[in-house]
């Protein structure tokens, strides 16, 4: 059985993330999207937020009922061990991403063997990202078309505690 494991902060989810969701769960047997947290990034959702936004947008795709959600409590390697991957899924918007993405790649391949494969991003999604909705939101602009049912409210609610 071949187990790959999506992972990212997902602060929020996006369709983008989503698309790329879908698309690993058909090469691969299980996939589990790993809620990390990244200490480079300050976060406006929780993390408990946020597996709970990843849960609940794969609850509207059926076709995504098989995938499992958990939070990376710490090196994406262990993860990786502890849930038997052989594979890490990235997506890729373009050239930055995966500038960015290969060290941690070859790194990750160093510390355990865990292969990581790139899918780019479907082009309608390609200038999604997490900031960017975040950006958005925080200026009273319109997020719904960029991310999953429930996530633009969460996203205005942290927003407006935050202010």
Request: aromatic share 4%.
């Given at each position: ?24 769960a ?6 589990v ?22 849960r ?6 059926a ?56 899918l ?30 429930g ?13």
């Amino acid at each position: 059985m071949s187990i790959a494991v999506c992972p990212g902060s997902f602060d929020p989810i996006t369709l983008g993330h989503l698309d790329v969701v879908r698309r690993a769960a058909r090469l691969f047997d299980v996939v589990v999207v790993g809620v990390a947290r990244n200490a480079s990034k300050s976060a406006l959702l929780t993390p408990q937020e946020r597996v709970d936004l990843v849960r609940g947008a794969l609850a509207e795709d059926a076709d995504l009922a098989s995938v499992q959600v958990e939070e990376v409590p710490g090196l994406l390697v262990d993860f990786c061990r502890q849930v038997g991957a052989s594979a890490v899924v990235k997506g890729l918007r373009g050239g930055a991403d995966f500038d960015g993405e290969q060290p941690m790649a070859l790194m990750n391949r160093h510390l355990s063997g865990v292969e990581t494969v790139f899918l780019p991003a479907e082009q309608r999604y390609a200038h999604v990202a997490s900031s960017l909705v975040k950006d958005i939101a925080r200026h009273g602009g319109p997020i719904e078309d960029l991310v999953p049912p429930g996530a633009a409210e969460a996203v205005r609610a942290a927003v407006a505690h935050r202010a």
